[in-house]
């Protein structure tokens, strides 16, 4: 045997290992995600694009000639993709087979996402990143600016500067940043961004983003229609589909909601989850948290609501316009830690806990996303004032440390229904 | 309780740049023209409300022009981390992660006793994230800031950003201190700056062949002492006098200067925190040059065609140079530096680099990589030295620098052998 073909046969084993483990992974948190009583009825197409992309390992499904973009953050607007007649997906992974392949190309410090990211760029086996024919990446963090420099070697990347204040200058320059995103997307799909198919990539979002307002209404209802985790499970499979068809899914999902079919008729303690983002597979956080008797009844991140909930508002119906809208969308509303006067987030925290009625917080901050880490004294500063509790929940994607986090959020849990009103009992005491 | 905890951590803060003060002049006590360096740090880092001193404009880093705070009429106090005594007094304040350079920069200005900085603005430059919520927690503090947005290209697009950024700046600065640069003060600001750079360069390059004469901790400590100076001339004017007392001085031939010559790169070293230059002399290795992103400023000089225009055409020619040498990590891609390590390892003197990585600056990790591939073209070893401030970890250190330093010596006797 020669060198040579010891070495392929060698990077066969390691890819075959890799895809094993990989859709291993998948398949065990789908299975766990399935096997969560309370889900919905209309929850397959999420559920089959996840199994899709991570357990079967397809390419994504795109018309003819459509070309893939793949975005990271949500800052990138999805709007303009589409009017440049292409799909965006969203890049964020949560898989920890390619997290510790990233970990022998990135520094030790990096954060999991950035480092699973790293390690399906490197490995090449992953249909969804292989087929992109450009990245965006928002520079939101250190980790994100060093990760688009990596893969500026590997693949076409645009990057866009996101700017530590909202003021009216920086709207500006970030406006004429989207203006190159189009240029340079105009090259890559070969259409021409006009007036008319922008206005297409707005409603095909904007569907989208009436159905998940609708969705988030219902999902405040008490007692609870849907449980956090099946939530998140449709949060995370927007990446992956065209905005019109998941819009399509989540209005099933909507019409069976109405039907009013509760998940539990126990008064669970209300959670929600901020911090870093809990991207598919790595759904450990959010189950544990259901799996140990509380429910995860809102989220402040950016694979959750803060993806989708605020669409642009647009104050001049011209091309410019509507580039300002997008603009002003990504930026002013976002809570993202990235931006050095944050206080936004606290506002919609406390927001959050109103209209959710939260009884305690979880903040979860993934080993090595400082920004997140930063913001948690003041945050839960302020929780505190107004009684709520909130524990900090560090971890990677590894499920070596699954039941040390079980046993912080169990007892968190018990914190928080010690707090509660004792439900009325329905059958009469005996024995006394 | 409260009061003694204060002052055990300000006889640690004290202790520790007293100790490298001590040491450095022990070590260079025949260079009488140090002294002035020497006296320069030990005020600044005795700076407290007592002597009533109160800084104006307050620049955290070294990742911006100070010309231009100059031109607006003000010193720039500058305040670049360095001490492991001053964390002490951020540490409730930040995150566990968060990297020493960060924790003491916010240390020195919650110092209690410290400088007064009620009445001083924060020139923040976003290099990093930490600073991004530094900026955020000053302000909560209700300090007056200003922050400088870093582009992530050095490109002709970014240039835009960055004079956007400058003329900010100088705004700032100049509403602040209720003065107006104009091109007269600019210039003349260009021009003390570039005679600073001049001369620091010029020592740089005579140091670097007379380490009979001074040492290589010596040479960082009077190149990081430009950021203690409370007069720019002043310290130009010492500098020059520093050189020319060490080309005057005769060659020491009982001084073994024969040891292997190495590249401190990655994470800045700053006063008073010398652990590491002080271990590298220690284990008989020879720092040759200490590359960070402070470096190139010595390049940043102006010549009588940029310093031609309106205070409009200097801004854009200031930051024009800046975006042509900035070497900060805050870049996609720091090329820059690339090609000044690259250039400097054309010297052919060079048979080694300390990649010195504070723990928490992730960017510098980050172009470990490039700086590899480059070192391995040249078949020069890399040797990657993760550490804090904390002195605990000296020892383990030191054998590792110890193990280093012994390949490179073998590598020399393999040379040889080879030549023979």
Same mark, same amino acid.
């Given at each position: 045997?020669?060198?040579?073909?010891?070495?392929?046969?060698?990077?066969?084993?390691?890819?075959?290992?890799?895809?094993?483990?990989?859709?291993?992974?998948?398949?065990?948190?789908?299975?766990?995600?399935?096997?969560?009583?309370?889900?919905?009825?209309?929850?397959?197409?999420?559920?089959?694009?996840?199994?899709?992309?991570?357990?079967?390992?397809?390419?994504?499904?795109?018309?003819?000639?459509?070309?893939?973009?793949?975005?990271?953050?949500?800052?990138?607007?999805?709007?303009?993709?589409?009017?440049?007649?292409?799909?965006?997906?969203?890049?964020?992974?949560? =898989?920890?087979?390619?997290?510790?392949?990233?970990?022998?190309?990135?520094?030790?410090?990096?954060? %999991?996402?950035? *480092?699973?990211?790293?390690?399906?760029?490197?490995?090449?086996?992953?249909?969804?990143?292989?087929?992109?024919?450009?990245?965006?990446?928002?520079?939101?963090?250190?980790?994100?600016?060093?990760?688009?420099?990596?893969?500026?070697?590997?693949?076409?990347?645009?990057?866009?500067?996101?700017?530590?204040?909202?003021?009216?200058?920086?709207?500006?320059?970030?406006?004429?940043?989207?203006?190159?995103?189009?240029?340079?997307?105009? $090259?890559?799909?070969?259409?021409?961004?006009?007036?008319?198919? /922008?206005?297409?990539?707005?409603? *095909?979002?904007?569907?989208?983003?009436?159905?998940?307002?609708?969705?988030?209404?219902?999902?405040?209802?008490?007692?609870?229609?849907?449980?956090?985790?099946?939530?998140?499970?449709?949060?995370?499979?927007?990446?992956?589909?065209?905005?019109?068809?998941?819009?399509?899914?989540?209005?099933?999902?909507?019409?069976?909601?109405? !039907?009013? *079919?509760?998940?539990?008729?126990?008064?669970?303690?209300?959670?929600?989850?901020?911090?870093?983002?809990?991207?598919?597979?790595?759904?450990?956080?959010?189950?544990?948290?259901?799996?140990?008797?509380?429910?995860?009844?809102?989220?402040?991140?950016?694979?959750?609501?803060?993806?989708?909930?605020?669409? #642009?508002?647009?104050?001049?119906?011209?091309?410019?316009?509507?580039?300002?809208?997008?603009?002003?969308?990504? /930026?002013?509303?976002?809570?993202?830690?990235?931006?050095?006067?944050?206080?936004?987030?606290?506002?919609?925290?406390?927001?959050?806990?109103?209209? =959710?009625? +939260?009884?305690?917080?979880?903040?979860?901050?993934?080993?090595?996303?400082?920004?997140?880490?930063?913001?948690?004294?003041?945050?839960?500063?302020?929780?505190?004032?107004?009684?709520?509790?909130?524990?900090?929940?560090?971890?990677?994607?590894?499920?070596?440390?699954?039941?040390?986090?079980?046993?912080?959020?169990?007892?968190?849990?018990?914190?928080?229904?010690?707090?509660?009103?004792?439900?009325?009992? *329905?059958?009469?005491?005996?024995?006394? | 309780?409260?009061?003694?905890?204060?002052?055990?951590?300000?006889?640690?803060?004290?202790?520790?740049?007293?100790?490298?003060?001590?040491?450095?002049?022990?070590? =260079?006590?025949?260079?009488?023209?140090?002294?002035?360096?020497?006296?320069?740090?030990?005020?600044?880092?005795?700076?407290?409300?007592?002597?009533?001193?109160?800084?104006?404009?307050?620049?955290?880093?070294?990742?911006?022009?100070?010309?231009?705070? +100059?031109?607006?009429?003000?010193?720039?106090?500058?305040?670049?981390?360095?001490?492991?005594?001053?964390?002490?007094?951020?540490?409730?304040?930040?995150?566990?992660?968060?990297?020493?350079?960060?924790?003491?920069?916010?240390?020195?200005?919650?110092?209690?006793?410290?400088?007064?900085?009620?009445?001083?603005?924060?020139?923040?430059?976003?290099?990093?994230?930490?600073?991004?919520?530094?900026?955020?927690?000053?302000?909560?503090?209700?300090?007056?800031?200003?922050?400088?947005?870093?582009?992530?290209?050095?490109?002709?697009?970014?240039?835009?950003?960055?004079?956007?950024?400058?003329?900010?700046?100088?705004?700032?600065?100049?509403?602040?201190?209720?003065?107006?640069?104009?091109?007269?003060?600019?210039?003349?600001?260009?021009?003390?700056?570039?005679?600073?750079?001049?001369?620091?360069?010029?020592?740089?390059?005579?140091?670097?062949?007379?380490?009979?004469?001074?040492?290589? #901790?010596?040479?960082?400590?009077?190149?990081?002492?430009?950021?203690?100076?409370?007069?720019?001339?002043? &310290?130009?004017?010492?500098?020059?006098?520093?050189?020319?007392?060490?080309?005057?001085? %005769?060659?020491? @031939?009982?001084?073994?200067?024969?040891?292997?010559?190495?590249?401190?790169?990655?994470?800045?070293?700053?006063?008073?925190?010398?652990?590491?230059?002080?271990?590298?002399?220690?284990?008989?290795?020879?720092?040759? $040059?200490?590359?960070?992103?402070?470096?190139?400023?010595?390049?940043?000089?102006?010549?009588?065609?940029?310093?031609?225009?309106?205070?409009?055409?200097?801004?854009?020619?200031?930051?024009?140079? &800046?975006?042509?040498?900035?070497?900060?990590?805050?870049?996609?891609?720091? $090329?820059?530096?690339?090609?000044?390590?690259?250039? /400097?390892?054309?010297?052919?003197?060079?048979?080694?680099?300390?990649? @010195?990585?504070?723990?928490?600056?992730?960017?510098?990790?980050?172009?470990?990589?490039?700086?590899?591939?480059?070192?391995? !073209?040249?078949?020069?070893?890399?040797?990657? /030295?993760?550490?804090?401030?904390?002195?605990?970890?000296?020892?383990?250190?030191?054998?590792?620098?110890?193990?280093?330093?012994?390949?490179?010596?073998?590598?020399?006797?393999?040379?040889?052998?080879?030549?023979?």
């Amino acid at each position: 045997m020669t060198a040579q073909t010891r070495a392929n046969s060698l990077k066969e084993r390691q890819d075959k290992r890799f895809i094993n483990k990989e859709t291993q992974t998948a398949a065990k948190y789908l299975r766990r995600l399935e096997e969560l009583p309370g889900a919905p009825s209309g929850m397959e197409p999420f559920y089959d694009i996840l199994e899709h992309i991570y357990v079967d390992m397809s390419h994504i499904e795109a018309a003819q000639n459509q070309k893939l973009i793949g975005t990271y953050c949500v800052m990138t607007p999805p709007e303009i993709i589409y009017a440049a007649g292409a799909v965006p997906v969203k890049l964020c992974s949560g =898989n920890y087979t390619a997290f510790s392949i990233g970990d022998s190309v990135t520094p030790r410090d990096a954060c %999991p996402l950035v *480092k699973a990211v790293a390690g399906f760029k490197q490995t090449g086996l992953m249909p969804l990143y292989e087929d992109c024919s450009m990245m965006v990446i928002p520079i939101t963090c250190d980790c994100k600016k060093k990760i688009a420099g990596m893969l500026s070697e590997k693949c076409d990347v645009v990057t866009l500067h996101i700017p530590a204040t909202r003021d009216d200058d920086n709207i500006d320059i970030f406006v004429n940043q989207l203006y190159y995103l189009m240029e340079k997307l105009e $090259d890559v799909t070969g259409n021409r961004i006009t007036y008319e198919s /922008l206005s297409e990539g707005f409603r *095909k979002v904007g569907y989208a983003q009436y159905k998940l307002s609708e969705f988030i209404r219902l999902k405040r209802e008490t007692p609870y229609l849907i449980r956090g985790s099946h939530y998140m499970a449709i949060m995370n499979a927007s990446s992956y589909m065209p905005a019109d068809k998941w819009g399509d899914a989540l209005h099933k999902v909507n019409e069976s909601l109405k !039907e009013g *079919k509760t998940v539990t008729s126990k008064k669970l303690p209300r959670i929600l989850l901020t911090g870093s983002p809990i991207v598919f597979p790595n759904m450990k956080i959010p189950l544990l948290i259901e799996e140990m008797g509380g429910i995860v009844a809102a989220d402040e991140t950016c694979m959750g609501e803060r993806g989708m909930w605020d669409p #642009p508002v647009i104050t001049d119906n011209s091309f410019d316009g509507m580039i300002r809208a997008l603009a002003n969308r990504s /930026l002013r509303p976002c809570p993202c830690p990235t931006f050095a006067d944050n206080s936004q987030r606290l506002y919609r925290l406390k927001q959050l806990i109103k209209d =959710n009625n +939260i009884q305690g917080v979880i903040y979860h901050v993934l080993r090595g996303c400082l920004v997140y880490d930063f913001e948690y004294k003041k945050i839960e500063e302020e929780l505190g004032k107004l009684g709520i509790p909130v524990i900090r929940l560090e971890s990677d994607y590894n499920e070596e440390d699954i039941e040390q986090l079980r046993i912080r959020i169990e007892a968190f849990i018990e914190l928080i229904k010690l707090k509660q009103v004792p439900e009325k009992r *329905k059958t009469e005491r005996k024995g006394f | 309780m409260k009061v003694k905890k204060a002052i055990k951590e300000n006889d640690t803060f004290k202790k520790e740049f007293c100790d490298t003060l001590n040491k450095l002049y022990q070590e =260079n006590a025949g260079l009488s023209a140090l002294k002035y360096f020497l006296d320069v740090s030990y005020r600044w880092a005795n700076i407290n409300s007592e002597t009533g001193n109160k800084p104006k404009v307050v620049m955290l880093t070294a990742a911006v022009p100070e010309e231009l705070v +100059i031109a607006a009429g003000a010193q720039p106090y500058w305040i670049i981390g360095g001490s492991l005594g001053s964390t002490a007094w951020s540490d409730d304040v930040v995150p566990r992660d968060t990297d020493p350079v960060s924790r003491s920069i916010l240390g020195y200005i919650n110092r209690p006793h410290g400088a007064d900085y009620s009445d001083s603005l924060f020139i923040i430059p976003l290099v990093n994230d930490s600073m991004r919520k530094i900026a955020y927690e000053l302000k909560m503090q209700g300090r007056k800031i200003c922050l400088i947005d870093i582009p992530p290209h050095h490109n002709h697009t970014s240039l835009n950003g960055i004079i956007a950024g400058m003329r900010a700046l100088s705004a700032a600065v100049s509403e602040h201190l209720g003065t107006r640069a104009t091109r007269k003060s600019t210039v003349s600001a260009m021009k003390q700056v570039s005679n600073a750079r001049r001369s620091l360069r010029r020592f740089l390059e005579v140091s670097r062949e007379r380490t009979d004469i001074i040492t290589e #901790p010596a040479r960082v400590f009077v190149q990081d002492s430009y950021y203690m100076t409370n007069s720019i001339d002043e &310290w130009t004017a010492n500098i020059q006098a520093l050189t020319k007392e060490i080309e005057s001085k %005769p060659v020491r @031939h009982t001084v073994n200067n024969n040891y292997p010559k190495v590249m401190l790169l990655g994470s800045p070293v700053f006063f008073p925190n010398y652990k590491i230059p002080f271990l590298i002399q220690d284990t008989k290795l020879s720092i040759c $040059d200490a590359v960070d992103y402070t470096s190139l400023k010595t390049f940043m000089t102006y010549d009588k065609k940029s310093m031609i225009g309106n205070l409009n055409k200097l801004i854009k020619n200031i930051a024009a140079k &800046w975006n042509t040498y900035d070497a900060s990590p805050a870049y996609i891609q720091n $090329d820059v530096l690339h090609k000044y390590v690259s250039w /400097l390892l054309q010297k052919g003197d060079i048979e080694g680099v300390v990649y @010195h990585i504070l723990k928490g600056q992730i960017e510098y990790d980050f172009e470990l990589e490039h700086f590899e591939k480059t070192l391995g !073209e040249y078949g020069i070893p890399i040797f990657r /030295l993760e550490t804090d401030y904390q002195y605990q970890d000296v020892e383990q250190l030191r054998i590792r620098m110890e193990a280093f330093c012994e390949m490179l010596v073998q590598s020399r006797y393999r040379e040889v052998k080879i030549a023979s």
